[in-house]
């Protein structure tokens, strides 16, 4: 991609995204967002009328009589996009990869937070950290968090989501939105958007490793609060009648061949692939993890704001 290639992706993303936050998404993001976060402003005596479950008890016994902690809200928050950019994401059936359609969904994220006036920081990860931007404002560091979403060149090519969230849990010392934008495709199942559905044992890794993503999200939920993105392609879950057909797990490199024009291959597949979402889906549940699917042939706007006003909605009953 030539530099002028890249300043036309990056303008495009810019303005279709500020049309999406601007008709859209910020409403969603302010209500579901602003204010989260609280601030200890001050220790002082109890009145009555005061919240008991303000009491601070070690100050009480102490001091002999009881004593209440006072917050203030917080307004200026910080969101965190830890967005997979392992060898999966470049798989796409439809008009655009996964990398792409996850450029997108961080890049309307970042501008809904910018325009409520929080700070942003990206992570992009594959089984390492590939990247990390600290959180700061403003257009330009938008644009920058853009730019690397598009250009980045992992080095990597398999997923650790425990680990990226490991790393988060140390460099972030404040309370954060953490946005989590993964397709949860190892490479013990097809990078490419098609898991195998010959051999049973490809399945062992792939449970370890949900397990040991999923103990890491509902740690990283108690310190922030996190929203997890699940980047879906249709083609994994269906599979074409196109013959037979070679497919490589872009994570690993393993081939694996199928005749698709068998009705009975086609149907293992989708039954494999059901059963595979429907676990992760329990998994996920577990964690306590706000989670979202999100289908690369779709506009994803619309359904991300249902699901913000849904969660506001919740939180607030």
């Known amino acids: 991609m030539t530099l002028t290639d890249l300043l036309e992706s990056v303008r495009r993303v810019e303005v279709r995204t500020n049309r999406l936050v601007n008709d859209t998404m910020v ?38 009589r009881p004593f209440v902690k006072r917050f203030r809200e917080e307004r200026e928050l910080t969101a965190v996009l830890a967005v997979d950019v392992s060898a999966s994401s470049r798989f796409g059936s439809a008009n655009r990869t996964k990398r792409e359609f996850a450029a997108e969904i961080a890049a309307t994220l970042a501008l809904s937070a910018a325009k409520n006036g ?57 309370r954060a939105i953490v946005f989590l934008l993964t397709d949860f495709l190892h490479g013990d199942n097809s990078g490419t958007g098609v898991p195998p559905v010959s051999s049973q044992t490809h399945y062992v890794p792939m449970e370890i490793h ?70 992760l889906d329990r998994a996920l549940n577990r964690t306590g993890v706000d989670t979202l699917r999100l289908n690369t042939a779709e506009p994803f706007a619309p359904t991300l704001q249902r699901f913000f006003e849904i969660r506001r909605g919740r939180r607030r009953g």
């Open 210 to 279: 949900r397990r040991d993503a999923c103990a890491t999200l509902g740690l990283t939920n108690t310190r922030h609060d996190v929203v997890c993105l699940h980047l879906h392609d249709p083609r994994e879950s269906e599979l074409p009648d196109a013959g037979l057909v070679t497919i490589e797990d872009a994570e690993t490199g393993e081939l694996l061949e199928l005749n698709s024009a068998r009705s009975s291959v086609r149907e293992r597949f989708a039954a494999v692939n059901a059963g595979r979402l429907a676990e």
């Open 118 to 174: 929080d700070k942003v920081a990206l992570l992009l990860f594959t089984d390492e950290v590939e990247l990390f931007l600290p959180p700061r404002k403003g257009r330009r560091h938008i644009l920058r968090l853009v730019r690397e979403l598009l250009v980045c060149q992992p080095r990597k090519r398999g997923t650790d989501i425990s680990r990226a969230l490991g790393f988060l849990n140390h460099v972030l010392h404040r």
């Open 27 to 64: 409403g969603a993001y302010l209500s579901g967002f602003k204010g989260r976060g609280m601030d200890f402003e001050e220790l002082r005596e109890y009145i009555p009328g005061d919240d008991v479950r303000d009491i601070d008890w070690n100050v009480t016994h102490r001091l002999g």
